[in-house]
């Protein structure tokens, strides 16, 4: 009779593509007339943001702009600002089609140099990277179960996450921010920030419900005052996307960052200069996936003939954990004397250096870098750049291989002077993340008996003895012996898989 093979399909999600360009900035401007002169630039600031993103065929389009904000000091000592909007496009060739794909795209500025040529022109000279990756879903076939009496089945289960889909949505926002009574009009914005997080993220009706918000940040120069004003703003969000073929046992990963981010102030037919105009783009990805126990073949031999046994590598991922968490980080930091009368401004940016698993935990290592406009004895405007280190440490059952790639954002920072020199910094960093565990099997893809080759025993009686010891798995004693591992276990009355003691064995070799 011809053997068959039942076969399954298993799914798992491969890098099919993985790269990096480096986009280089170069400016140079004139102030406008209503600017006041450079006395002294304190910090050129440059935020990378991916606009748009798509796929045609085999090639990537990427666009975005880096916006590149030069802080500087008048001649009347005051702080004053000038942005500039650089976009940019570039383009991959993968070399495969691309359809079904998952596109990722980040992008950061890798280093930023400003030069005043004169009081009113600057020379800007930097980089931007763009990471590029794309991802599939893979099916592979392999052996479920095979109508041979003769071979033998060593049957298990891989706790696997299998991924349904993928989808991105834009929101758009347009808001109007107003200013706090008490706060005096704006004369010009300095600087403003934003950082947006997931809060929930949940699948309902076959949907992916995802709510977050968005924090922001401005100082601005007010009218007839020297000293910066600062305006704080929480904007909520919240958003359905459509993902085909989820359903409400599914889970779902989503993450949102900022593709545009533009405040203007808004003067007011009276004159008065009290709003502001929010403009905002965000990009929210959720990807889903089932948790399910995939019920493979592990190995499989032939008691009487020899068998060619195909075998392939299947990488599967299962989340066994989302984190969503704040954490703090604090540090006294030292300033040369008598530089630090008073702060202006201060703001955060986090960088994660190193993920790792271990002694029953995961550590996240990384860095804040907390950016700081001050005011010196004189009264005149400095700055000032310091690194704090932070460690995250999550208790968890390290058994097997994990992999985790963490989003830090700051959700506050806060200061208290403690003398000319010295400040007291006090970090809030939240971590969302998912962390999976890995499995990469090599599952059965075919199996092949010739049954015009009997294999070789070694022993022609009916019975071989062994002698066997603790930890060995009954699996392996009878395929190498070509033994049916069922009735080597009836015969020597055990019921484990691995032996827990040392055991002389019966084996049946007819």
């Keep these: 009779m011809e053997q068959k093979n039942l076969k399954t399909s ?37 935020v990378s943001r991916i606009s748009s993103k798509g796929t045609n065929g085999s090639n990537i389009s990427v666009e975005g702009c880096v916006t590149v904000t030069v802080i500087y000091c008048g001649s009347d000592n005051c702080i004053s600002s000038y942005e500039y909007q650089y976009p940019f496009s570039k383009s991959f060739d993968t070399g495969i089609n691309t359809d079904g794909c998952m596109l990722s795209v980040k992008t950061k500025c890798e280093y930023i140099n400003c030069r ?51 989808a991105d949505k834009y929101l758009l926002i347009e808001e109007e921010i107003e200013l706090g009574s008490g706060q005096p009009d704006i004369r010009c914005v300095i600087r403003y920030d934003a950082e947006a997080t997931i809060t929930d993220s949940k699948i309902l009706a076959g949907k992916s419900v995802v709510k977050g918000e968005m924090t922001i940040k401005l100082l601005y120069a007010p009218e007839g005052s020297a000293s910066p004003q600062t305006v704080r703003y929480l904007l909520p969000f919240s958003q359905l996307i459509e993902i085909d073929g989820i359903s409400d046992g599914c889970d779902c990963e989503s993450k949102v960052s900022i593709a545009h981010l533009e405040i203007k102030p808004r003067v007011s037919a009276s004159g008065e200069c009290r709003q502001l105009m929010l403009t ?8 889903c996936c089932c948790n399910n126990d995939v019920a493979v073949i592990l190995d499989a031999y032939s008691r009487k003939y020899e068998a060619d046994i195909c075998k392939n590598e299947v990488c599967f991922n299962k989340i066994i954990e989302n984190i969503n968490q704040n954490f703090n980080c604090k540090k006294n930091l030292e300033f040369p004397d008598n530089t630090l009368s008073a702060v202006s401004d201060m703001w955060c940016e986090t960088r994660v250096d190193s993920v790792k698993f271990g002694d029953d935990a995961m550590r996240v290592c990384g860095t804040v870098t907390a950016f ?21 440490t999550h208790p968890m059952n390290i058994n ?18 403690t003398g000319e020199c010295n400040m007291e910094l006090r970090i809030e960093l939240n971590i969302c993340a998912s962390i999976y565990k890995c499995s990469n099997l090599p599952l059965i893809t075919d199996i092949k008996v010739n049954d015009s080759k009997p294999v070789q025993k070694t022993n022609s009686g009916a019975m071989t003895v062994y002698f066997a010891s603790q930890g060995e798995k009954i699996w ?35």
């Design 476 to 510: 392996d004693i009878a395929r190498h012996y070509f033994a049916d591992v069922d009735e080597l276990k009836q015969i020597n009355e055990i019921d484990e898989d691995t032996l827990i003691r040392d055991k002389m064995i019966l084996i049946p070799t007819n």
């Design 280 to 287: 905002a783009k965000l990009l929210i990805t959720s990807e």
């Design 116 to 166: 005043a040529v004169t009081g009113r022109k600057i020379d800007i000279h930097g980089a931007a990277g763009i990471y590029v990756t794309l991802k599939k879903r893979k099916l592979t076939d392999v052996i479920s179960d095979c109508d041979d009496c003769n071979v033998e089945l060593l049957r298990g289960s891989v706790p696997a996450t299998v991924p349904m889909g993928c």
């Design 10 to 46: 298993v799914f798992s999600l491969d890098t099919v593509f993985n790269e990096s360009a480096e986009q280089p900035i170069d400016i140079d401007f004139t102030l406008p007339d209503y600017y006041a002169d450079i006395s002294k630039i304190l910090k050129c600031r440059a």
């Design 372 to 392: 700081i406009i001050a005011m010196d004895s004189d009264q005149i405007p400095t700055f000032y750049e310091k690194a704090i280190d932070f460690e995250y």
């Design 400 to 417: 097997g291989e994990f992999k985790c790639s963490p989003e830090i954002t700051v959700t506050s920072a806060n200061y208290t002077l």
